[in-house]
């Protein structure tokens, strides 16, 4: 088996320039999953939030965007069940259902599934395309994870907003900035091969 790259072709995702195989798509779930469990753990509290400020959201969108829809989807579905299943891997090294931020996890789990369709469709190879890339991921992890957070702790949905959403705006900027110019990047680099 070749070990080289292959050559990139229309609807490509990046995880599809490494020679392709079973063993390939697990690892690659897997290590989705592993790197989302990673980078959960880089977590800071917010002031009158349940919900701390956390890598995970990050590792999310570009585990989707570089895998794509099916095994983005596969990867945080199996970050997810493990963590219910009580591995600590969520933020803050927590684990279960039973938490007022699960909803933002069941966001996620949507929002690398359609990242990573949109990836196929060449969403990942500009700068001006990852960032709508990546504000729809957001938007799709708060419309799932505000609501929950309000109705698991009992929070008006205006609440919800000011404790789940403002004050993570800043950070979601800057890890879109992050994607921005990662994922172009890299295309140019494997371009360049």
């Known amino acids: 088996m070749s070990t080289a790259f292959a050559p990139a072709r229309p ?10 195989s079973r063993t390939r798509d697990i690892a690659l779930v897997v290590g989705g999953a592993a790197l989302t469990g990673l980078a959960a753990q880089i977590a800071v509290p917010v002031p009158g939030s349940p ?3 956390s ?3 990050f590792a999310a969108l570009l585990v989707g965007t570089a895998l794509g829809a099916r095994r983005g989807f596969l990867s945080l579905a199996l970050y997810v069940v493990v963590g219910m299943a009580g591995v600590p891997w969520f933020a803050q090294a927590t684990s279960g259902y039973a938490m007022p931020s699960f909803g933002y996890l069941l966001g996620m789990l949507l929002a690398a599934t359609a990242v990573g369709a949109l990836a196929r469709r060449g969403a990942d190879r500009s700068v001006l395309r990852t960032a709508g890339a990546m504000a729809l991921g957001s ?3 708060y419309a799932v ?3 929950y957070l309000a109705l698991a702790t009992g929070m008006t949905l205006g609440q919800a907003v000011s404790a789940g959403l403002v004050p993570f705006l800043v950070g ?3 890890k879109a900035a992050l994607a921005m110019g990662a994922l172009p990047a890299a295309w140019k680099l494997i371009g360049r091969k």
Not at 11 to 20: C, N
């Open 145 to 147: 994870g505000v609501p």
């Open 55 to 57: 890598g995970q959201t």
């Open 172 to 174: 979601d900027a800057l």
């Open 139 to 141: 938007l799709i992890i």
């Open 11 to 20: 609807g490509a995702v990046l995880a599809d320039l490494l020679p392709s």
């Open 51 to 53: 919900v701390p400020v």
